[in-house]
């Protein structure tokens, strides 16, 4: 096997093989920290890459396998880090020049579980300046690009991650999700991006403001990458104080299920909805996803076209996402602002005047909104919209202002940020790609606590639309 291939070489074969004495941890990290040095400067993927010491680990983890000790499910698979989670004794600078010296003095729990899988940590990965947007550039680092195409950008705000994994700088990244945060660049980019279910996978430190809706989520080229990726980082942790108990499931076991026999014999109810009844969606990008969720029918299986009553939830998000912005920014002095993004300031800025019953409106809001979707999924099992709006947009823009002839505000180019105020399990995998070649998303979503089905799911699409043995072309 050629070097390129190993680099795209999905992470459950790489730990097979592995764990088989087929292939050296230090083999496929060598590997991948070559192609990371010739390809990340045009990409902007990684802001620290951790060269030496991810060579000293993948030693010690092939000393381990020739010694017979027992191994993790992540033995010797390279994984990324997003540059907002903490990793012991190393720079977190959040993408911002605010923090640049910042060193976490401890790791957050996602990080110390893929530690005990194994995992070899090769570097940290960009993102827009404290996560806040769906695109990635910032000022301390610039910005990170879309491999399927250099002059768009590959989302936000696990953009840097998703670039890596599109452009096979190693298999796995550890990602965060406040509002689309991974599901976006996964659509972007031609990923599968997982939302857990709020609580799943634990998170700290606490996500300031946003500590309700942020999540921390796996990205992949693969179903089964992620569910790996899953079943490693979905550990109790009691720092975080939302952090669920744990479940006991082997999210990569689930994968292999049949979808047709998830309910008992029952079969899965599945809706298709083109835009939650308040997106406007960009005309190529909802026949790409709408022929997506119609191949469950092959497995017979049948898609209805329904959508939960949410109403416009954009107050939701301008209220609460925005009054988190403006409690963790408006206050900074003129000095802070001026090293910070301009675009995060005047958004933090525009929020700092709501009120208390403003802001309860939109809690009220929210709740309806936890309602509504439970009524829904009274009646489906799964529901699946396109996961954006339209495809990557160009380099040098926060987000765009206008899609199928309809004005969008920030984030309302989306469909993700719904599932983050209800908590419910939504993953992103490739739904297709545009005549020009950009990938689409179909985004799946299932009840709170499913995302063994939501996966189950995610893996039979799969199965019908493989897309692993695309990949972006080297320029």
Same mark, same amino acid.
């Given at each position: 096997?050629?070097?390129? !291939?190993?680099?795209?070489?999905?992470?459950?074969?790489l #730990?097979?093989l592995?764990?088989?004495?087929?292939?050296?941890?230090?083999?496929?990290?060598?590997?991948?920290?070559?192609?990371?040095?010739?390809?990340?400067?045009?990409?902007?993927?990684?802001?620290?890459?951790?060269?030496?010491?991810?060579?000293?680990?993948?030693?010690?983890? &092939?000393?381990?396998?020739m010694?017979?000790?027992? @191994?993790g499910?992540l033995?010797g698979v390279?994984v990324?880090?997003? !540059?907002? =989670?903490?990793?012991?004794?190393?720079?977190?600078t959040?993408?911002?020049?605010?923090?640049a010296?910042? +060193?976490?003095?401890?790791d957050a729990?996602?990080?110390?579980?893929?530690?005990a899988?194994?995992?070899?940590?090769v /570097?940290?990965?960009?993102?827009?300046?404290?996560?806040?947007? /769906?695109?990635?550039d910032?000022?301390?680092?610039?910005?990170?690009?879309?491999?399927?195409?250099?002059?768009?950008?590959?989302?936000?705000?696990?953009?840097?991650?998703a670039?890596?994994?599109a452009?096979?700088?190693?298999?796995?990244a %550890?990602?965060?999700?406040?509002?689309?945060?991974i599901?976006?660049?996964?659509?972007?980019? /031609?990923?599968?991006?997982?939302k857990?279910?709020f609580?799943?996978?634990?998170?700290?430190?606490?996500?300031?403001?946003?500590?309700l809706?942020a999540?921390?989520?796996?990205?992949?080229?693969? *179903?089964?990458?992620?569910?790996?990726?899953?079943?490693?980082?979905a550990?109790?942790d009691?720092?975080d104080?939302f952090?669920?108990?744990? !479940?006991?499931?082997?999210?990569?076991?689930?994968?292999n299920?049949?979808? #047709?026999?998830a309910?008992?014999?029952?079969?899965?109810?599945?809706?298709?909805s083109?835009?939650?009844?308040?997106?406007?969606?960009?005309? &190529?990008?909802?026949e790409?996803?709408e022929a997506?969720?119609?191949?469950?029918? $092959?497995?017979g299986?049948t898609?209805?076209?329904?959508?939960?009553?949410?109403?416009d939830?954009s107050?939701?998000?301008?209220?609460l996402?925005?009054?988190?912005?403006?409690?963790?920014?408006?206050?900074?002095?003129?000095?802070?602002?001026?090293?910070?993004?301009?675009?995060?300031?005047?958004?933090?800025?525009?929020?700092?005047? %709501?009120?208390?019953? $403003?802001y =309860?409106?939109?809690?009220?809001?929210?709740q309806?909104?936890?309602?509504?979707?439970?009524?829904?999924?009274?009646?489906?099992?799964?529901?699946?919209?396109?996961?954006?709006?339209?495809p990557a947009?160009?380099? /040098?823009?926060?987000?765009?202002?206008e899609?199928?002839?309809?004005? +969008?505000?920030h984030?309302?180019?989306?469909?993700?940020?719904?599932?983050n105020?209800?908590?419910q399990?939504? *993953?992103?995998?490739p739904?297709?790609?545009t005549?020009?070649g950009?990938?689409?998303?179909l985004?799946?979503v299932?009840?709170r606590?499913?995302d063994?089905?939501? @996966?189950?799911?995610?893996?039979?699409? $799969?199965a019908?639309?493989?897309?692993?043995?695309?990949?972006?072309?080297?320029?």
């Amino acid at each position: 096997m050629d070097t390129t !291939d190993l680099c795209f070489t999905s992470a459950v074969e790489l #730990a097979e093989l592995i764990r088989g004495k087929a292939l050296s941890p230090v083999e496929i990290t060598r590997a991948v920290l070559e192609r990371l040095e010739r390809m990340n400067t045009r990409l902007g993927a990684y802001v620290m890459v951790h060269a030496e010491r991810a060579l000293g680990e993948a030693g010690a983890a &092939e000393r381990a396998v020739m010694a017979g000790e027992p @191994l993790g499910p992540l033995h010797g698979v390279p994984v990324s880090i997003k !540059d907002n =989670l903490w990793t012991a004794g190393d720079r977190t600078t959040f993408g911002s020049r605010l923090f640049a010296e910042f +060193v976490a003095p401890e790791d957050a729990p996602s990080v110390a579980s893929l530690r005990a899988a194994g995992a070899i940590f090769v /570097g940290r990965t960009n993102l827009p300046e404290f996560a806040w947007r /769906g695109s990635t550039d910032n000022r301390l680092f610039g910005e990170s690009r879309n491999p399927w195409d250099l002059t768009r950008t590959p989302g936000g705000s696990t953009g840097g991650g998703a670039a890596a994994v599109a452009a096979g700088l190693g298999p796995l990244a %550890l990602g965060s999700d406040g509002a689309g945060s991974i599901r976006i660049p996964a659509s972007f980019c /031609g990923l599968v991006g997982l939302k857990p279910t709020f609580g799943r996978v634990p998170m700290y430190p606490a996500a300031g403001g946003n500590e309700l809706v942020a999540h921390v989520c796996p990205l992949a080229r693969t *179903v089964r990458d992620v569910a790996l990726m899953m079943s490693a980082i979905a550990r109790h942790d009691r720092r975080d104080p939302f952090a669920l108990p744990d !479940d006991g499931l082997d999210y990569l076991a689930a994968c292999n299920e049949s979808l #047709a026999g998830a309910r008992g014999g029952a079969p899965v109810r599945i809706a298709w909805s083109a835009n939650l009844g308040f997106a406007p969606v960009d005309p &190529e990008t909802r026949e790409i996803a709408e022929a997506a969720a119609r191949a469950f029918s $092959e497995v017979g299986l049948t898609v209805e076209e329904a959508s939960p009553e949410l109403g416009d939830p954009s107050l939701v998000l301008k209220t609460l996402y925005g009054g988190a912005q403006a409690g963790a920014h408006a206050a900074r002095s003129p000095e802070q602002k001026a090293q910070m993004d301009p675009e995060l300031v005047a958004y933090a800025e525009a929020s700092a005047g %709501l009120s208390v019953v $403003e802001y =309860l409106r939109a809690v009220a809001a929210r709740q309806a909104l936890v309602d509504a979707l439970r009524r829904f999924f009274e009646r489906y099992d799964l529901l699946l919209t396109p996961t954006l709006c339209l495809p990557a947009f160009p380099l /040098g823009i926060v987000g765009p202002s206008e899609v199928a002839g309809r004005e +969008v505000t920030h984030l309302g180019w989306t469909l993700c940020y719904p599932f983050n105020y209800s908590g419910q399990p939504a *993953v992103s995998v490739p739904a297709g790609w545009t005549a020009s070649g950009l990938p689409v998303g179909l985004q799946i979503v299932g009840r709170r606590l499913e995302d063994a089905l939501v @996966l189950r799911a995610a893996a039979a699409f $799969e199965a019908l639309r493989p897309w692993a043995a695309r990949r972006p072309r080297e320029s």
